[in-house]
């Protein structure tokens, strides 16, 4: 047991923030390795294997996510009331429940982004090179449409006539309301995937399992909960574009670029807000 507590003391005091902050050095004693920043460009990844196989990941866990979240969506709206159905509680679920399964299944194949706000974000952190981000991108769009289109294939009637699952500024809100919404729920989903996925955290509480897909998804959930009655909560925009496209009609079409520039905006918040404010590195001390 000794050594155990001992790793606890560790884990839970070695990491103090007594240094002035800045970003030209860091410690020489802890215990974890940052990575390396990614390159802009790294054409040689386009021969790798794994490359390919991480785009193909992407795709495939977008399109299992629009396929359940949209089939979820369509059964609330089928129903005579929410009583009977799942209810916006249920599709919260749906959206949370099919994010927290799915980065878990891809983290180690291509980090389980499956939007590409995220994508965006950690591009911004240098976490992932420009042609990744850029090929992430594509596939998670592609991923979206074919989900989409799969429910649509199945009961097109059904589907037309429960709006497909797009996004829009619900009725008695205002286009800065959406905007803003998609901005802050965005913003809580990214700053989540930094903290969740970040390796000084990690070495921190290594005594504490941390299992880095629950608090996404889980993030995923308590926004939806929130914006649902506002935008229907996009926070993805291969999401929202899969099912605008799909759907293919002036309602999913109207607000659909708040889709874009609000998750844009709160992904780059909050990779601002973590790797400038939360995760400064700070200069040596100099006696």
């Not at 490359?51 to 709206?77: C, D, P, Q, S």
């Not at 950690?122 to 989409?148: D, E, H, N, V």
Request: charged share 15%.
């Amino acid at each position: 047991m000794e050594g155990k507590e001992e790793d606890v003391r560790l884990g839970a005091n070695k990491f103090t923030e007594r240094q002035p902050i800045g970003t030209a050095a860091q410690t020489d004693d802890k215990d974890y390795k940052e990575p390396p920043a990614a390159p802009l460009f790294e054409p040689g990844e386009l021969k790798s294997w794994s490359f390919w196989r991480a785009g193909i990941a992407e795709f495939m866990a977008t399109f299992l996510f629009l396929y359940i979240t949209i089939l979820t969506v369509m059964g609330v709206k089928r129903s005579s009331s929410m009583c009977a159905s799942v209810g916006i509680q249920g599709i919260a679920w749906a959206f949370g429940g099919m994010i927290f399964a799915l980065v878990y299944c891809t983290a180690g194949i291509s980090g389980g982004h499956i939007n590409p706000a995220v994508t965006f974000g950690l591009l911004l952190a240098r976490k992932l090179s420009l042609t990744r981000a850029i090929f992430y991108m594509i596939m998670q769009c592609l991923g979206a449409i074919c989900g989409a289109g799969v429910v649509k294939g199945f009961q097109k009637g059904p589907y037309e006539r429960n709006l497909g699952g797009v996004n829009f500024v619900a009725p008695g809100y205002t286009k800065g309301d959406g905007l803003g919404a998609e901005i802050v729920g965005t913003f809580v989903l990214v700053y989540t995937v930094f903290s969740a996925t970040d390796a000084k955290r990690n070495a921190r509480d290594s005594h504490v399992p941390i299992l880095a897909p629950l608090p996404i998804g889980f993030a995923v959930f308590l926004v939806h909960l929130a914006t649902i009655p506002i935008t229907g909560t996009g926070i993805n925009p291969a999401r929202s574009l899969g099912a605008a496209i799909i759907f293919n009609k002036h309602r999913g079409w109207e607000d659909h670029w708040i889709f874009w520039v609000g998750p844009f905006i709160g992904a780059a918040l909050a990779a601002i807000y973590h790797q400038i404010v939360i995760r400064a590195i700070p200069f040596k001390s100099r006696s």
